[in-house]
């Protein structure tokens, strides 16, 4: 009796350790990938996030002491294309050696719109260890989109950065360019905030040379059109079906 008592015990103590919350959890299948330019940072090292492991590519030039942190590696690129090139700039550089599941989220993800989503996706990939991308239903105007001019949302961001002009996209509109880049690609849905998680085989159902392709559209400007374009085809990138 003793010792069923004792097992029991045991085994109660293991679905603590164990259990999948947003109060604090590790899971080694996860990498968090951040693109940061001025937002406050002190969150990587608070919960759900301080049990994950953190890469913060740095497009800017504030500190990020809390970054410091054993599960926080800090890596410096140029002030280029916003988080589509940082994201894109992780896959090629580690097109090799990704992480089961990649979480892909802006430095700014606590502001209002991108919060709830992003503890959304977390959850959901903690649980499932799929990919899972956010969207809503495509507009019906979208192959006409186009953009000339746009600022940061994050009011951080702004104090930094106030450039409201883009960089035009070689082609325009968006489905001019999604014929010279995805003509065989669907776009039933469109994913907004920057906030995804896709697993290393759905990114890998693209070559390097795709990504390397699309990374050429936003890798010499701070503010490139085409960021825009890529935003709203990610979940045709890694959805290639619809």
């Known amino acids: 009796m003793r010792n069923l008592v004792i097992l029991i015990l045991v085994f109660i103590i293991f679905l603590i350790i164990n259990s999948k919350t947003t109060s604090g959890f590790t899971n080694e299948n996860i990498q ?29 030039d504030k500190e990020i002491p809390s970054c410091n942190a054993p599960n926080c590696k800090i890596e410096k690129i140029p002030n280029v294309g916003r988080c589509d090139h940082t994201y894109l700039y992780h896959i090629i550089e580690k097109y090799d050696n990704l992480a089961p599941v990649t979480l892909f989220i802006p430095g700014s993800w606590k502001d209002p719109r991108k919060h709830d989503r992003t503890l959304e996706v977390l959850n959901k990939v903690h649980k499932t260890g799929e990919t899972y991308i956010p969207s809503d239903p495509a507009p019906s105007d979208l192959y006409g989109f186009q953009i000339d001019y746009w600022e ?80 709203r085809a990610w979940y045709a990138i890694f959805h290639p079906n619809g």
């Open 32 to 60: 968090v990938v951040v693109s940061v330019y001025n937002e406050d940072m002190d969150w990587v090292a608070e919960e759900p996030f301080s049990g994950l492991d953190i890469i913060c590519y740095h497009k800017g």
């Open 152 to 231: 940061s949302t994050n009011d951080k961001n702004k104090e930094k950065n106030v450039t409201s002009n883009m960089l035009p996209s070689p082609q325009r509109p968006f489905g001019v360019w999604m014929q010279m880049n995805l003509p065989d690609r669907p776009i039933n849905k469109v994913q907004y905030s920057g906030v995804f998680a896709v697993s290393r085989e759905d990114i890998r159902k693209n070559s390097i040379d795709f990504y390397k392709n699309l990374i050429k559209y936003v890798d010499s400007d701070s503010n490139p059109e085409a960021g825009h374009y890529i935003e």
